[in-house]
């Protein structure tokens, strides 16, 4: 089964060569950029999620919207304390429940 479908495919590969040698060289050019520009769009598709400008790009807008979260906090609301360059709100200093 598996051997067939080899076959099958090799077959495929070898029809779409023959038809390729046979159109005009101003054809070929066409056709080769078409499938350039197809293969370059699904393999862009299927890299986006990998992408790293975008992630970089999302990382930054998630840093400048945590940025802005921190900047409309009051921390004379809450009234905790500094500990170095960390704010520490006594809203989280609950004494924990023992197990």
Known sequence: MLVKIFAIAGLAVCLVLALHMCLGRRRQQQLEG?????????FGRALRPFNARERRRAAHQAALDAIS????????DD???WDGNVYRPKQFEKPRKPH
């Open 69 to 76: 979260r921190a900047k409309r906090m009051r921390p004379e």
């Open 34 to 42: 078409w499938w350039q520009d197809a293969w370059g769009w699904l």
């Open 79 to 81: 009234e905790g304390h």
